[in-house]
């Protein structure tokens, strides 16, 4: 048994060459758009795996108004009392909302 040639025979292999060799321009540039768009796609998926968010939101807040000065801001609702940023008064964090 003679051994296989691996160009598919000696009469018309450089044609086989060739044909394979010659890619169309628009295929060309849609084969490489189409990878490098699953390159992109792949490095987000993994991005997105591994820096998955932790959580939204991390402590509860509730708005507060100074009693001194009326002036409403947001507050946690983890601390007791929280001081006014306008006043610097203290301003206590209701017990039907506080966490503690
Ligand atoms: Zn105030």
Redesign the pocket.
């Known amino acids: 048994m003679p051994p296989r040639k691996i160009n598919g025979g000696e009469s018309h292999g450089d044609k086989q060459v060739d044909a394979m060799l010659k890619v169309d321009i628009a295929t060309a540039i849609v084969l490489y758009l189409l990878f490098s768009l699953m390159l992109v796609l792949a490095v987000w998926i993994w991005y997105a795996l591994r820096h998955r968010p932790k959580s939204l939101q991390t402590e509860r807040k509730t708005a507060l108004r ?1 009693d ?2 009326l ?1 409403t801001f947001i507050a946690s609702t983890e601390e007791k009392s929280e001081r ?1 940023p ?2 610097q ?1 203290w301003v206590a964090v209701p017990r039907s909302v506080a966490q503690v």
Request: proline share 0%; net charge positive; hydrophobic share 10%.
């Open positions: 100074c001194i000065c002036h006014c306008r006043c008064s």
